[in-house]
C-alpha cells in the first residue's frame, strides 16, 4: 500500500502538541490541531457575552496553545505565514474530521486512562488503515493499544519526537505488539527523507532508548558531581562543546528543558526497572530532589539551578545553587588546567583524547562520568536495542552530542580503556570481552567506503542501513578520498567525477587556506570533473572572514595588504560563479558575512533548513565587499519591474545589510533575497551532501555552460541616495543610530546607488566590486570600526559606538 501524508491530526496542543503541528506546517502539511473544551468562559469572554457554546470559547484553550507556541522562542516554524496550513479544534466538536486525515499523533497527558479514553473515541472516527501513533515518553506500547480493534493496533506505534521538533533531530520509533512492520518501514522512511529526522527504532522498554541513556547519564553525573564535590558552573564548563556536546551542557540543559521533566523519566525508571544493574543511580540525588521540593524547576519557574537576579537599577547578576548548602552563590567562572592545555586542539576527536587522560580534576571527573556510561550502554544491549549504532545515534540526535558513547570509547581505544575501566571498578559486559578476543577492537570501521558497525550476534560487521544514501565527510576521510589539503581546507573524491571542498578553520572563517582551496578545488574541477561541491560538517557553515588577519592590517594600517586581501576574496567568489563547471554550496546553521557571499555566488545553493544566513558586516563597521553588495544590487536588477516598487526593493536590501538581518530559516532566507527559486532545501543534514552532488550531476546533464559577466545591471543614483540619505538622517536626528552607523550606512548607500550618478544607468559587476572595494578599504581605516572589530574578536559582543 503506498501512502502519501497530506494531512496530519494532532490531539493535544500543549508544549509538544503545538510543535509537532508547527513542525509538520513546516513541511508543507495540512495539520489539524485539537483540544479539550475549556468548563466555563472566562472573564474577557464572559463581559463580551459569550457561552461555552460559542466556537471562540470552545476553541480557546488550543488557540492560546498554539499562538504561545508561535510566539516563543527559538520559533518552532520555518515561517510565520505557514501557520495557516494549521486547523483549530476541540475533541467535541472535531475529532469526526481526523477520517479524512491520514495520519493521528496523540500528544495528550502522560497518563494511561487519558489516552485509552481518547483512543475509544478515535476509534469511532478513523478509516480503517489510517496511522495512529502516540509521541509518548515512556508508557508501553502493549498497553496503549491494548483493547484495541486489530487494524487500530495494525497501524500503531510510537512515534516520539523530542523537544523542540523543529531543532532536536530524533524521532524514536517503537513499534507496539501487533504493528504491520510495513507501517514502521514507512515511518522510518517519511521520518527521514520529509521530517529531516534520524528516525531510531527503538524497543518498547522504558524510556526506550535516548532518555533511558541520556537521563542516566546526568543522573550518573550528579551523583559524582557530589561525591567529587564540584560546582554548577564548573561542570557546565566541562560537559559543553568543548567535548561535542549541546552549548547548554548539563545544568543549563535541565533548566532549559524543566527539572520536572528529568524527575520524572528519571522516577518513573526507578520503578519500572527490575533488571538493571544500576538502577539506583535513577534514585534522585540530594540537590535535585530539594530543587524538586521547592519546584525550583528552572526557567519555567524562574530558577533552578542557575537563578537571574534582576536588581532595581536594571542591572542582572546570575547566580548558580551551591550543590552543598543549597544557598545561591554568585556563578563561578572556573578555569581548569585541562582546558587551558587543551584551547590549540581543534580536532574533536584528538581533544577528547586529551581531556580524558589528563591528570587533574577535569581528568578525574572525565574518566569517573565517560567510564560509567559506557559501562552502562554495554549491558544495555540487547535489552534496548540489538545494535549499538542506534543507541550512539538516538542519544546524539536527542541531547545534541557530536559523538556516541561506543563513538567516544572507540576515540579513547576500546582495548586501553578496559583497562582502565577495569581499575576504576567499571567492568563492562562479557560481550566486549569476546569481542576482543575475536581481534575486534572498534566498533566501527570503515570499509570499501561504507561505514560498518560491530555485530554482536554474529561477531562481525556489518553496514549501517541507509547509510549508502549519505555522504559523510568522515567516511570520504576514512575511505582514503582526500585529494589534496592545505592546514584550512581538503578536497575529496565524492565519486560520479564530482568532487567537494571541505573547510575546517576554527569558525570556519574564510581565511588565505580557504581561499586557496576554492581556487585549487575550481582548478581540479574545470580540468578533470563534472563539478563541485563546497561544504562542510562543522557546527557551523562559516563565521565569515578572517577578522583577525584584517584586524592586524589595519591596525598596522597596511591598507595596501587589505586592498589585496579584498580583491582576492572578490576574484574567488567570482570565480565561484563564473567558473566552467557547475559549483554547488552547501550552507548549513550559520553562513555570515563571507559565507553568505560564497553562497550567493554558487549556481546553486542546496541548504539545509537551519540556515541563519545574512551580511553582517555592518556589526563589525564594514560592509559586504566579497561581492555581497554587489549580488544584492544585481538581484534587484534582475527582478525590477517599474514604478516605486523598484525602489523599495532596493530599500529592502539596504536594511538587510544595514541592520545586519539574519534569516531565522532556509526558508526566510528566501524571503530575504538570500536564496532564489533555483536554490533546494534539504531538512535532512546528512542527506545535504548527496542532493548537493546530485545538483551538480544534473546542472552538468543539462549542458552546463560558462556564466558569461553581467554588464547591464540597473543602479538608481541621485534617486536611491537621496531615498537611503532620508532616511539615515532621520534615524540619525531620532538617536536609532549613531554617528559611525550613519557613515556607514552612507558608504553603503553610494555602493548600493552605483555612486553619484545623475541619473539611472547599467553598470557592470566588476564596476560594483570596485565601489564595494574602495568603501570597505575606507572604512578599514576608521578608529571606530576597529573599535567594533576588537570588541567582537576579544570580547565576543558587537560594539555599538
Partial sequence: MKRAIQKVAILGSGVMGSRIACHFANIGVKVLLLDILPKEPNEAESKKGLSLEDKAVRNRLVNEALEKTLKSKPSPIYDRAFADRIQTGNFDDDLPKIKDY?????????????????????????????LITSNTSGIPMQMLCEGRSDDFQANFCGTHFFNPPRYLRLLEIIPGPKTDPAIIDFLMDYGDRHLGKETVLCKDTPAFIANRIGVYAMMSSMHIIESMKMGVSEVDKLTGTVIGRAKSATFRTMDVVGLDTMVNVANNLSKALQNDES??????????????????????????FFHMIRHKDGSKELKEIDLQTHEYKPAEKPKFKALEASKEINDLKERIKFLVNFDDEAGAFYRATFYDLFRYCSFRIPEISDELYRIDQAVCAGFGWEYGPFENWDILGLKDTIKKMEEADQRPAE???????????????????????????????KDIPGQQEFILLDTLKAANKKIWGNAGATIYDMGDEVIGLEFHTKMNSLGQEVIEGINTAITMAEKDYK??????????????????????????????????????????????????????????????????????????????????????????GLIPAGGGTKEMILRFSNAIHSGDVEVNRLQEYFMNIATAKVS??????????????????????????????????????????????????????????????????????????????????????????????????????????????????????????????????????????
Fill in 431 to 461: 560481550w566486549i570481552y569476546e569481542m576482543l578476543d575475536a581481534g575486534n577492537e572498534h566498533f566501527y570501521r570503515v570499509e570499501d567506503g561504507r561505514r560498518q558497525y560491530y555485530d554482536i550476534p554474529s561477531k562481525s560487521y
Fill in 102 to 130: 491520514d495520519w493521528v499523533i496523540e500528544v495528550v497527558v502522560e497518563r494511561l486512562d487519558i489516552k485509552q479514553s481518547l483512543y475509544e473515541k478515535v476509534e469511532q472516527h478513523r478509516k480503517p488503515g489510517t
Fill in 531 to 620: 563539478g563541485l561541491v563546497i561544504g562542510n560538517e562543522g557546527a557551523n557553515f562559516s563565521a565569515g572572514a578572517n577578522l583577525a588577519m584584517l584586524f592586524m592590517f589595519a591596525g598596522d594600517q597596511e591598507f595596501d595588504e587589505i586592498n589585496l586581501m579584498i580583491a582576492q576574496f572578490q576574484k574567488t567568489m567570482m570565480r565561484v560563479r563564473y567558473s566552467s563547471v557547475p559549483v554547488v554550496v552547501a550552507p548549513h546553521n550559520m553562513a555570515l558575512g563571507g559565507g553568505c557571499e560564497m553562497s550567493l555566488h554558487a549556481d546553486a545553493v542546496q541548504a539545509h533548513a537551519e540556515l541563519y544566513m545574512g551580511l553582517v558586516e555592518f556589526g563589525v
Fill in 664 to 801: 531565522t530559516s532556509a526558508e526566510e532566507a528566501r524571503g530575504l533575497g538570500y536564496l532564489q527559486a533555483k536554490d533546494d532545501i534539504t531538512l535532512n543534514r546528512k542527506r545535504q551532501f548527496a542532493e548537493a552532488k546530485a545538483k551538480v550531476i544534473e546542472l552538468f546533464d543539462e549542458g552546463y555552460t560558462q556564466p558569461v559577466q553581467q554588464t547591464n545591471i540597473k543602479v538608481l543614483g541621485k534617486t536611491s541616495l537621496a531615498l537611503f540619505e532620508a532616511g539615515i538622517t532621520g534615524m540619525r536626528y531620532g538617536a536609532y543610530i549613531s554617528e559611525h552607523d550613519a557613515k556607514i550606512a552612507r558608504k553603503l548607500a553610494w555602493v548600493m546607488s552605483g555612486g553619484d550618478l545623475s541619473q539611472a544607468n547599467e553598470v557592470s559587476e566588476q564596476y560594483l566590486l570596485e565601489l564595494e572595494r574602495e568603501a570597505f578599504l575606507s572604512l578599514t581605516g576608521e578608529q571606530k570600526t576597529l573599535e567594533r572589530i576588537q570588541s567582537i574578536l576579544f570580547k565576543g559582543k558587537p560594539l555599538r559606538n
Fill in 279 to 304: 538502577k539506583d543511580k535513577f534514585k534522585l540525588p540530594k540537590t535535585v530532589a530539594y530543587l524538586s521540593e521547592k519546584k525550583w524547576l528552572g526557567d519555567k519557574t524562574g530558577q533552578g
